[in-house]
């Protein structure tokens, strides 16, 4: 087989993605990447991804690949996790104070900053809609979130996302105070849990 088969076969894999590192574990020459994208066979989508340009791709993945600090967060998650039923308009990432990184240049892109010590708060990784492993906050660090920021989050969201959070097999109530304090929030939540349980 060789290095071109070989990336073919990666992508085949890969669903339609391919990084720079998946050549470079491989030992093929990372200049095929470039011959591939002039060949109109592969499309470069960030620094160091490369989509198959025929496939439709996994854009979730595509979107958060292009950066290491971006974590899904906020309506984004909520629908992820099931506790949704609006698909997002545009992708909510939550990324340190100081992100400088290429998402700031999406204009499908919503960016909200935290301060490095609460960023990794609540980082889970699950399998987005095409199958990719992708970093998106757990379901108790999403819905501390949204209470956070209710004044920037439809209401009837806020409400519905915590209904179905707390029908949940497998909601962790514990884990959601816990958050809830170091985030500041557990009087708000407290309060949704009242009406609501």
């Not at 708060?121 to 399998?127: A, E, N, P, Q, T």
């Not at 989050?153 to 959070?165: G, L, R, S, T």
Request: glycine share 4%.
């Amino acid at each position: 087989m060789n290095n071109r088969e070989k990336i073919l076969k990666i992508l085949t894999q890969k669903k339609g993605i391919i990084l720079r590192k998946d050549l470079i574990k491989e030992n093929i020459p990372t200049t095929y990447l470039t011959l591939l994208v002039n060949e109109k066979i592969l499309e470069r989508v960030g620094r160091g991804v490369y989509t198959d340009i025929n496939s439709f791709g996994d854009d979730f993945f595509k979107t958060q690949v292009v950066s290491k600090n971006a974590i899904y967060s906020y309506n984004t998650a909520l629908y992820l996790h099931k506790l949704s039923n609006r698909t997002p308009i545009k992708y909510d990432f939550t990324v340190p104070y100081n992100y400088n990184g290429s998402l700031m240049k999406n204009e499908s892109v919503n960016l909200y900053r935290v301060k490095r010590e609460i960023l990794e708060l609540g980082i889970s990784i699950m399998k987005s809609p095409g199958g990719q492993e992708i970093r998106v906050y757990d379901k108790e660090r999403t819905i501390c979130d949204i209470i956070k920021h209710k004044n920037k989050i439809d209401n009837e969201i806020v409400i519905q996302a915590i209904k179905f959070y707390v029908r949940e097999i497998d909601s962790d109530l514990h884990k959601l105070g816990k958050y809830a304090k170091i985030l500041k929030v557990d009087k708000a939540l407290n309060k949704y849990l009242e009406v609501l349980l």
